[in-house]
């Protein structure tokens, strides 16, 4: 293949590094995949060419749609405000129960959509009032260079970007790449090594480190989520553990999200997380000192809702994705007490988005 006739959504890549033995290293994750010319790595869309690393999903989405934030799950970062949400194809973990796995599985990025530039995205955004753009659906990590120019794109129209990741990439392109970003939610997808080696063929310390990071040594809204699957990673010891890294390494405010696993992929063979896993792991935490738990993937307004952490009144009611500030003012304090609620919020208060989901096309306008 020449250089100069690559196929459409070749974009250069941003993190390589040459060997001594002629192979190519990508270091944008902690897999390091060594590419001989031709190659692919693990994620499947980013290949070498000649004495370059590309990126072959750039400007190619599986689809655009304007969903509320609480979707993501983000539940302190603009409340009841609209997101355009998109993804790509590929993903760097290979997570036996992954629940977007036509999207963040796919070995095809022809069944991707019509090219669309970063601008394009921003500017449909714009158009549809919506306050971030998500990168979802697929682990943004793999399409990065076109999740930061889109993050860029986006701030030049004051629209927000968030990440919705597994946080699995090495130091230096961490810093490149949340630095373009808003908000994330992270999965934390269970507190043993031994879980993400055989379920999701990876590495649970980076994606401590990516915490860490984030909590640490950026202004980046965080929020993490737990997929709680029956018999692998839902036992009162390792939800324990768990929530007591969150707390001293991360901060108690941290919001995290205990959310309802279906049997998809190749866990079919399990039954649905029953409603009393969700309620237990969010006492267990709320317990060890967390401030902001919550429930997912199930019908809970109690583990849903945002209360005051100062006197316990409810200040956020949700329910499903319907949210209204039933106990804040107009100066996002609590009604009863005062207290400042801990997130980021429009100076008009909450929004209305409500439940709805709008497939749309870019570039758009309503």
């Not at 158009?127 to 979802?136: E, L, Q, R, Y």
């Not at 701030?155 to 373009?180: H, I, P």
Request: proline content about 5%.
């Amino acid at each position: 293949m020449e250089l100069n006739r690559l196929p459409p959504g070749y974009a250069p890549g941003r993190w390589q590094e040459m060997l001594n033995n002629g192979k190519l290293r990508c270091t944008l994750c902690p897999r390091s995949c060594d590419l001989k010319d031709g190659q692919r790595g693990f994620c499947f869309v980013r290949e070498r060419q000649g004495d370059r690393i590309y990126l072959t999903s750039y400007g190619r989405a599986s689809g655009f749609c304007i969903d509320p934030i609480e979707k993501k799950p983000l539940y302190h970062f603009y409340p009841g405000s609209s997101v355009l949400s998109f993804g790509t194809a590929g993903c760097n973990l290979g997570c036996k129960f992954c629940q977007n796995w036509d999207i963040s599985k796919a070995r095809d990025t022809d069944r991707l959509g019509a090219p669309c530039t970063p601008d394009d995205i921003a500017q449909t955004a714009h158009n549809w009032g919506c306050k971030s753009v998500a990168f979802t659906y697929n682990d943004p990590v793999v399409f990065a260079e076109f999740a930061i120019d889109t993050a860029k794109a986006c701030r030049k129209l004051g629209v927000k970007s968030v990440a919705v990741t597994a946080g699995y990439l090495q130091k230096e392109a961490r810093k490149d790449f949340f630095s373009n970003m808003d908000a994330a939610n992270v999965d934390l997808k269970a507190y043993t090594a031994e879980f993400y080696r055989s379920l999701c063929v990876a590495e649970l310390e980076p994606v401590k480190d990516t915490l860490r990071y984030l909590a640490k040594e950026t202004d980046v809204w965080l929020e993490i989520t737990t997929l709680l699957i029956p018999g692998r990673n839902d036992t009162d010891d390792e939800l324990k553990r768990l929530a007591d890294f969150v707390l001293t390494e991360l901060g108690a405010a941290v919001p995290l999200h205990f959310t309802a696993f279906h049997p998809d992929y190749r866990l079919l063979e399990l039954t649905r997380t029953p409603k009393r896993s969700c309620t237990n792991a969010r006492d267990i935490a709320l317990r060890a000192g967390l401030l902001n738990v919550y429930t997912g993937n199930i019908d809970d307004e109690v583990g849903q809702s945002s209360y005051c952490v100062e006197c316990g009144a409810m200040v956020l009611l949700r329910h499903g994705y319907e949210v209204s500030g039933v106990g804040l003012n107009d100066k996002s304090c609590c009604k009863r007490c005062g207290c400042e609620w801990m997130g980021r919020i429009d100076e008009r208060g909450i929004e209305t988005f409500g439940a709805r989901r709008i497939p749309v096309g870019v570039p758009s306008r309503p």
